[in-house]
């Protein structure tokens, strides 16, 4: 298992948190979203699931990942 942290905008309540989590959920990973810092750490097997995958899923929920 991987693990890292993109730094996301946009994100600004619990509907954000849950869109972003239920995403990583659908591909096969899990999704840690922190409010404050803008931050959400993936955990994900790279045999299933690609990084980038992941960003575009993101993006897909209407948020930017701006770096990680």
């Known amino acids: 298992m ?5 730094k996301v905008s946009g994100m600004s309540c619990g509907h954000c948190v849950s869109s972003v989590e239920g995403a990583m ?3 096969g ?5 922190d409010l404050k810092s803008g931050a959400v750490t993936v955990r994900y097997d790279e ?5 980038d995958a992941i960003k575009e899923a993101i993006e897909d929920q209407g ?3 701006v770096k990680g």
């Open 63 to 65: 948020y930017d990942v």
């Open 25 to 27: 959920k659908e591909l």
């Open 2 to 6: 991987s693990s890292v942290t993109l």
């Open 47 to 51: 045999s299933k699931v690609t990084l």
């Open 29 to 33: 990973a899990s999704g840690e979203v």
